[in-house]
C-alpha cells in the first residue's frame, strides 16, 4: 500500500492531512504586553501536491489582498485538495491595524526582504514570512494594489523570461501581464533567490474593496491553483477573457499643477499622444492636456484630484 502523506510543520503546530489549522507565528510584543502575531492559515490537502503560499497587506493600506484570500479559502476544501496551501492575509500586521502602508519603524516591508533576526520590525517580519513560509513553498502569489490614491487595473507582473513564471502568469488569467525587473529588498526578488516562483498581482486602489479587482484576484488564484493540479480546474465559459502580455510599462506626468480631470479608464486601449484628459486651475480654466508618451493599456491612474508638476498620472504598459 502507499504511504500516508505526513502532516505539515509550521511553528509548533503539526497540521494532518485532509485537515486545515490556523497558526499564529509570534512577531513582536506591544508596550502593554500584548502579543503581535502572523495569521497563517494552512491547509494541507489529503493527496500530495505542491506547497503554495499566497499572502496580502505587505503594505498594511493594501486590503483587496485579505478579501481575495477570504474567498478563497471558503472554497477549498483540505478533503479534497491535492498538496498545501499556506494562505497569509495579513503580513504587515501592524500597518494593517493602522491603516498605514508602513511598519512603525517607517520602513517598507517589500524593501526589506529577505530580512534578519537582529534587524528592525520590518526586517525581522521579513526573517520570519521567509524562514517560516517561503522556505517551505514552491510557488508564492503575493497580492498588492495601487499605492496611496492610485488604482490599478488587474495585472500580474513577473519574469516573464522564466517558463514557469510565464506560464502560470497566463494561467492567472489576468486582463494584463506584465514583465517586471526584480527590485532590490523585495518579497519577489527574495523568494526567487530561495528558488521559489513568484506572481505579484496589482489590482484595485489601497483602503478600497474594488469588486473588479477582487473578482478577477479570487478567479485568478484558483485558476493558478488548477493548473498546478491542487484543485480541479474551473468550467471555462464560453466568452474566456483575453490576456495581454507586455513588456514595458511608463507613467504619463503631469506637466503642470492643478485640477486634473481624467478622460480615459483603467483598462482602456491608447494610442501615442491620445488626448487622455485635463488640467485645470480652481476657477476652471484650462491649463494643459494631458497625452499618451506611448501607445498600451492603461494599467494605472491616479485618483487625486489635485496633482503637481511631475505627479504621475497615468500608466500604460505595451
Same mark, same amino acid.
Given at each position: 500500500?502507499?504511504?500516508?502523506? !505526513?502532516?505539515?510543520?509550521?511553528?509548533?503546530?503539526?497540521?494532518?492531512?485532509?485537515?486545515?489549522?490556523?497558526?499564529?507565528?509570534p512577531i513582536t510584543r506591544l508596550v502593554t504586553g500584548g502579543d503581535v502575531s502572523l495569521p497563517v492559515r494552512v491547509v494541507h490537502g489529503?493527496?500530495?501536491?505542491?506547497?503554495?503560499?499566497?499572502? +496580502? %497587506?505587505?503594505?498594511?493600506?493594501?486590503?483587496? /489582498? *485579505?478579501?481575495?484570500?477570504?474567498?478563497?479559502?471558503?472554497?477549498?476544501?483540505?478533503? &479534497?485538495?491535492?498538496?498545501?496551501?499556506?494562505? *497569509?492575509?495579513?503580513?504587515?500586521?501592524? /500597518?494593517?491595524?493602522?491603516?498605514?502602508?508602513?511598519?512603525?519603524?517607517?520602513?517598507?516591508?517589500?524593501?526589506?526582504?529577505?530580512?534578519?533576526?537582529?534587524?528592525?520590525? @520590518?526586517?525581522?517580519?521579513?526573517?520570519?514570512?521567509?524562514?517560516?513560509?517561503?522556505?517551505?513553498?514552491?510557488?508564492?502569489?503575493?497580492?498588492?494594489? +495601487?499605492?496611496?490614491?492610485?488604482?490599478?487595473?488587474?495585472?500580474? $507582473?513577473?519574469?516573464?523570461?522564466?517558463?514557469?513564471?510565464?506560464?502560470? @502568469?497566463? @494561467?492567472?488569467?489576468?486582463?494584463?501581464?506584465?514583465?517586471?525587473?526584480? $527590485? !532590490?529588498?523585495?518579497? $519577489?526578488?527574495?523568494?526567487?533567490?530561495?528558488?521559489?516562483?513568484?506572481?505579484?498581482?496589482? +489590482? +484595485?486602489?489601497?483602503?478600497?474593496? !474594488?469588486?473588479? @479587482?477582487?473578482?478577477?484576484?479570487?478567479?485568478?488564484?484558483?485558476?493558478?491553483?488548477?493548473?498546478?493540479?491542487?484543485?480541479?480546474?474551473?468550467?471555462?465559459?464560453?466568452?474566456?477573457?483575453? &490576456?495581454?502580455?507586455?513588456?514595458?510599462?511608463?507613467?504619463?506626468?503631469?506637466?503642470?499643477?492643478?485640477?486634473?480631470?481624467?478622460?480615459? %479608464?483603467?483598462?482602456?486601449?491608447?494610442? !501615442? /499622444?491620445?488626448?487622455?484628459?485635463?488640467?485645470?486651475?480652481?476657477?476652471?480654466?484650462?491649463?494643459?492636456?494631458?497625452?499618451?508618451?506611448?501607445?498600451? *493599456?492603461?494599467?494605472?491612474?491616479?485618483?487625486?484630484?489635485?496633482?503637481?508638476?511631475?505627479?504621475?498620472?497615468?500608466?500604460?504598459?505595451?
Open positions: 500500500m502507499p504511504r500516508a502523506r !505526513d502532516s505539515f510543520s509550521l511553528g509548533h503546530v503539526k497540521v494532518r492531512p485532509g485537515a486545515q489549522r490556523d497558526v499564529l507565528l489529503k493527496e500530495p501536491g505542491p506547497v503554495v503560499w499566497v499572502n +496580502g %497587506a505587505v503594505h498594511g493600506d493594501e486590503v483587496v /489582498g *485579505v478579501e481575495i484570500i477570504r474567498q478563497v479559502l471558503g472554497s477549498l476544501s483540505p478533503k &479534497t485538495m491535492r498538496g498545501t496551501l499556506l494562505a *497569509v492575509p495579513v503580513v504587515n500586521v501592524l /500597518g494593517f491595524m493602522a491603516g498605514d502602508r508602513y511598519l512603525p519603524d517607517r520602513r517598507d516591508l517589500n524593501r526589506s526582504f529577505p530580512g534578519s533576526t537582529r534587524g528592525s520590525l @520590518a526586517g525581522r517580519l521579513a526573517h520570519l514570512f521567509m524562514t517560516q513560509v517561503v522556505s517551505k513553498s514552491e510557488v508564492g502569489i503575493d497580492l498588492h494594489t +495601487g499605492a496611496d490614491r492610485r488604482a490599478n487595473h488587474p495585472q500580474i $507582473r513577473g519574469d516573464l523570461d522564466d517558463p514557469r513564471t510565464l506560464h502560470l @502568469a497566463r @494561467a492567472f488569467g489576468a486582463p494584463v501581464i506584465l514583465h517586471a525587473r526584480l $527590485r !532590490d529588498g523585495s518579497l $519577489r526578488q527574495a523568494a526567487r533567490e530561495r528558488g521559489a516562483c513568484v506572481l505579484l498581482y496589482e +489590482g +484595485g486602489e489601497n483602503l478600497r474593496l !474594488d469588486p473588479y @479587482a477582487v473578482d478577477a484576484g479570487v478567479a485568478g488564484v484558483r485558476n493558478v491553483l488548477a493548473a498546478l493540479g491542487m484543485i480541479d480546474s474551473p468550467e471555462r465559459t464560453e466568452t474566456e477573457p483575453t &490576456t495581454r502580455e507586455c513588456r514595458s510599462s511608463e507613467w504619463v506626468r503631469a506637466r503642470r499643477s492643478g485640477m486634473l480631470r481624467l478622460d480615459v %479608464a483603467l483598462g482602456a486601449e491608447v494610442t !501615442d /499622444g491620445e488626448r487622455l484628459g485635463t488640467l485645470y486651475d480652481a476657477f476652471g480654466r484650462t491649463l494643459r492636456a494631458v497625452y499618451a508618451s506611448r501607445s498600451g *493599456v492603461v494599467i494605472g491612474r491616479t485618483e487625486a484630484p489635485v496633482v503637481h508638476r511631475g505627479d504621475a498620472v497615468v500608466h500604460i504598459a505595451s
